[in-house]
Nanobody, 126 residues
Framework: QVQLVESGGGLVQPGGSLRLSCVGS????????MTWFRQTPGKEREFVAA????????WYSDAVKGRFTVSKDNAKNTLDLQMNSLQPEDTAVYYC???????????????????WGQGTQVTVSS
């Protein structure tokens, strides 16, 4: 059974940091672009950051660029997201996704991804 499992969410004060992790099992994701999305109630799932198949390149939304860092480790089958300078607007459920057929022009589109984790809640509040 192929799975992606996220962890590391929680409650943090504005300006604080969290590190999310996503572990894949059931197959290797070295052939996949892996991506973090987030979603708040009543809104569509939003692209956050993506890592290239070999992990060398990464892409970020304008909302998180300069604050978040995504890293992919194919040996461990993991995708991490280091989140710094967190703000209340970063509050959301964060999802890990993977797709072996994702094209670069479409990395921001949730429909491009074959596998999803169950999500982890991040709450930024004082």
């Amino acid at each position: 059974q192929v799975q992606l499992v996220e962890s590391g969410g929680g409650l943090v004060q504005p300006g604080g940091s969290l590190r999310l992790s996503c572990v894949g099992s059931g197959r290797s994701f070295s052939d996949s672009i892996m991506t973090w999305f987030r979603q708040t109630p009543g809104k569509e799932r939003e692209f956050v950051a993506a890592a290239a198949r070999r992990g060398g390149n990464s892409w970020y939304s304008d909302a998180v660029k300069g604050r978040f860092t995504v890293s992919k480790d194919n040996a461990k089958n993991t995708l991490d997201l280091q989140m710094n300078s967190l703000q209340p607007e970063d509050t959301a459920v964060y999802y890990c996704a993977a797709g072996s057929r994702v094209i670069l022009s479409a990395i921001r589109l949730p429909g491009q991804y074959d596998y999803w984790g169950q999500g982890t809640q991040v709450t930024v509040s004082s």
